[in-house]
C-alpha cells in the first residue's frame, strides 16, 4: 500500500530559503517583504511541493474564498442554469459558491441566508422570494449582498441585477395581443413583497392598455405543481385562448396539463414562457419565451459580488437586464 505523502509545511519552506516561518508567511501573502524575497519564497515553495493549508490560510486573510448563492427555487430549471453558471463564473475567479436551495419558502430563505452568514461566507448572491425581509438589510452591514431579480428592501444591497420585468410583461402580451387573443391566463409564483415585479400590477396595467381580459392565478415553480393549476384554468368553460407564464418551468406545466386534456398546442391554446431556458427551443412545440441573457446576469453579479469582497467596489451598484422575446411555435393565431 503506497504511503501517504506527508504535507510540506511552512517552517520547512523557511529553512529552505534561510528565512523565519513568519517571513515566509508574509512573503506568500505578498505583504511586508520585498518582490524580490516574494519571488524567492515562492519559487522554493512551488519546488517544495508547498500548499497553503485552506483554513489556515482564510484565518490569515480573514476571508474563506466561498460566496454563498441561495436560489429561491432549484425545482426552476432556470435557477439551476443560474447556479450552475455562478457556480463555474466563481471558480474561474479562484472563489467557490456554497449552492444552496430555499424550496420556494420565505422561512426558510431566510433562514438559510442566516446560516450562510454564520459560516462565515465572503459575499451572498441570491434571487429572492421575499425581497422585502429586514432580513437583507441586517446582513448587508456584515457582508456584500448581491440580488438578483428583484431589489432588496431599503437598498441596502451592495448590489443587484435586475430584470426590466414591465418591458418583459409588455412584449409578450403584446405579442399575444396581436396575434387576437383577448382572453388570457397569467401564471406566476410572484408575491405581493417583491418591490420590482408585481405581476398583477404590471399585468392589469398592460391588460388595460391593451383591451385584455386577464386573469392572474399563483403557480409552483414545480412543474408538477404549475399542471394542477394549469388544469384548473383550461378545464374551466371559459379558458383562455393563452397562458403567460412567469418562467418556463411553469409553461412546462401548462404544457403536461394541454396532453392531459387533449388540447393542442397552439391550435387550442397558445403558451408563452419566461426565462429561455435552452430546453425551451426544444420542446414540441418549441415555446416562446422572454430571454434575459443568462451569461449576463451571471457575469455581472460574479463581477458585483467579486469586486466588493475586494474592496473595488464603489457604493452600491445596479444593473438592468433588458428583455428579449424569443417568438416561436407555441404561439399562434386565436382560435375561431
Known amino acids: 500500500m503506497p504511503r501517504k505523502r506527508k504535507r510540506v509545511t511552512i517552517r520547512e519552506v523557511a529553512q529552505a530559503t534561510g528565512l523565519s516561518p513568519a517571513a515566509v ?97 465572503d459575499g451572498l448572491i441570491v434571487q429572492p422570494l421575499d425581497p422585502a425581509a429586514p432580513l437583507w438589510a441586517e ?34 402580451l403584446e405579442h399575444l395581443a396581436a396575434l387576437g387573443h383577448r382572453r388570457i391566463g397569467v401564471l406566476t409564483s410572484t408575491r405581493a413583497s417583491t418591490p420590482d415585479r408585481p405581476a398583477d400590477r404590471h399585468v392589469d396595467a398592460e391588460a388595460g392598455r391593451l383591451g385584455l381580459d386577464v386573469t392572474v392565478v399563483a403557480a409552483s415553480q414545480s412543474w408538477t405543481r404549475a399542471a394542477e393549476a394549469a388544469m384548473d384554468m383550461l378545464a374551466a368553460p371559459d379558458r383562455p385562448t393563452a397562458v403567460f407564464c412567469f418562467s418556463d418551468s411553469i409553461a412546462y406545466g401548462v404544457y403536461a396539463a394541454t396532453r392531459e386534456l387533449k388540447l393542442d398546442v397552439p391550435g387550442d391554446v397558445s403558451v408563452c414562457g419566461y426565462d429561455d431556458h435552452p430546453m425551451s427551443a426544444l420542446l414540441t412545440p418549441p415555446l416562446t419565451t422572454v430571454d434575459w441573457d443568462i451569461d449576463g446576469i451571471v457575469n455581472a453579479a460574479v463581477r458585483v459580488v467579486v469586486d466588493a469582497v475586494d ?23 386565436v382560435p375561431v
Open 25 to 121: 508567511s508574509y512573503a506568500l501573502r505578498g505583504i511586508q517583504t520585498s518582490e524580490e524575497t516574494q519571488e524567492r519564497v515562492r519559487a522554493a515553495a512551488e519546488e517544495l511541493g508547498f500548499q497553503a493549508h485552506p483554513i489556515a490560510r482564510a484565518l490569515a486573510l480573514g476571508r474563506s474564498g466561498m460566496i454563498g448563492v441561495l436560489c429561491g427555487s432549484l425545482e426552476d430549471y432556470w435557477q439551476q442554469s443560474l447556479a450552475v453558471g455562478i457556480g463555474r463564473a466563481l471558480f474561474g475567479r479562484d472563489r467557490y459558491a456554497l449552492i444552496l436551495d430555499a424550496a420556494g419558502d420565505p422561512a426558510r430563505e431566510l433562514d438559510l441566508a442566516r446560516r450562510l452568514r454564520d459560516q462565515r461566507v
Open 139 to 172: 446582513l448587508a452591514e456584515t457582508l456584500p449582498v448581491v440580488s438578483i431579480g428583484d431589489a432588496l428592501s431599503g437598498g441596502r444591497s451592495q448590489g443587484e441585477v435586475v430584470f426590466d420585468n414591465r418591458s418583459g410583461v409588455t412584449q409578450a
Open 311 to 333: 474592496g473595488r467596489s464603489r457604493g452600491r451598484r445596479r444593473v438592468v437586464r433588458a428583455p428579449a422575446l424569443r417568438v416561436r411555435e407555441s404561439t399562434g393565431p
